[in-house]
């Protein structure tokens, strides 16, 4: 049924009940490709409405192209692809610590969040005709990742000073604001586009807090296990670098621990599997995780004394362009390759596992010790 006039006169009056109505019965739209999913139920969400509807129908009241490339710009802001390179950008430039910390959001931003939009189906606005259709989105509204991904990029950005300019860590309240300006801006292009309602949003939110809790916590346990690798000012004084020559990782002494390494490589290949093999298909963007797997086993046997008794040697902080130019091809071809061909997930992840793992490895122990200055 084609849409006309504004968002107030196309939803509201018993004629729309019907129409919403039969949407929920016509399951066209469900994934049925895919078992094991919960469909949220139409009285659920007229339970929601009242909360929803108003709200939609005044953040899709401004209309056309330059509101339409804004809400997209927006969307493209917080994209989950920005963020899974980090760990491995950041280990290439030598920033360990921030390399950690996004490790660990990067993991649970992609176990946690894919949870309730692989196993539970809730129609998006549009498809129900509760919103004009403005995108397509083929996949469950419940929860919006966009926004979750918003709360991330603030989380990280708060890490990112405190490394750079901050060693004392002291959070200030001012901190705050732009973490409630994002997920707000990027809740109305979500719902300006018609594929999310105010409640995902909302979800969402609870969501990213979750991620950045847990993932904050396991940091934490991390650091007093392994290390920490300090700040960019105070990193040659780190715990998780060694400074005595017996004890150091080169190319001439690599003394790798087999019983860590490969029960975690066959786990992360376990994991990878689970993800694209039926009936689960948890989900088919597991190339993305070719970056943190290999940083995962970076960390741990390479600046981890605790698992080998021997670690790198802190790093020198000056970033050749060679690196740069590293950095930025692996991440085209990684990414790029995941978006542009998706027919088989597991072969594009074995892909990235080995490009990300080879040239982050090879980068860090061969390189720096040769050419400490590039």
Not at 284 to 294: A, D, E, L, Q
């Amino acid at each position: 049924r084609k849409m006309k006039g504004s968002p107030l006169e196309q939803f509201s009056g018993d004629e729309n009940d019907k129409y919403t109505t039969e949407a929920y019965h016509f399951k066209h739209s469900y994934p049925l490709d895919k078992k094991w999913f919960c469909v949220i139920p139409q009285k659920i969400d007229k339970k929601f409405k009242w909360i929803d509807q108003p709200i939609i129908h005044l953040f899709q009241i401004p209309s056309g192209k330059l509101i339409f490339i804004i809400s997209h710009i927006l969307t493209a802001s917080v994209a989950i692809e920005i963020f899974l390179p980090l760990c491995y950008i950041f280990f290439m430039l030598r920033f360990d610590t921030l390399a950690i910390q996004t490790m660990y959001i990067a993991f649970f931003l992609c176990l946690i969040s894919q949870i309730p939009k692989r196993f539970i189906w809730r129609y998006r606005p549009y498809m129900v005709y509760r919103a004009q259709e403005r995108q397509r989105d083929k996949t469950s509204s419940f929860p919006s990742r966009a926004v979750t991904c918003s709360i991330i990029e603030c989380f990280v950005a708060i890490h990112c000073y405190f490394y750079f300019f901050d060693d004392s860590n002291t959070f200030t309240w001012v901190m705050l604001i732009p973490c409630i300006i994002l997920p707000i801006v990027i809740s109305y292009a979500r719902i300006n586009l018609g594929v999310h309602y105010p409640t995902d949003c909302i979800a969402g939110v609870i969501v990213g807090i979750v991620i950045c809790a847990i993932a904050q916590t396991i940091w934490e346990i991390d650091m007093n296990y392994c290390g920490d690798c300090g700040s960019f000012n105070t990193f040659n004084t780190s715990e998780c670098y060694v400074v005595e020559r017996k004890s150091q990782i080169s190319p001439e002494y690599i003394d790798i621990n087999a019983s860590f390494l490969i029960p975690i490589v066959c786990a992360q290949i376990l994991y990878a599997l689970i993800c694209v093999v039926k009936p689960l298909e948890y989900w088919n963007k597991i190339s993305s995780f070719g970056y943190v797997f290999p940083a995962f086993l970076f960390r741990f046997l390479f600046i981890c004394p605790n698992v080998n008794g021997y670690s790198l040697s802190p790093p020198e902080t000056i970033t050749n362009w060679w690196t740069i130019i590293v950095i930025s091809t692996i991440v085209l071809l990684v990414t790029g390759g995941g978006a542009l061909y998706k027919k088989k997930p597991f072969v594009l992840w074995m892909i990235s596992y080995l490009l990300v793992g080879s040239t982050l490895f090879g980068w860090r122990v061969y390189v720096d010790y040769y050419f400490p200055k590039m």
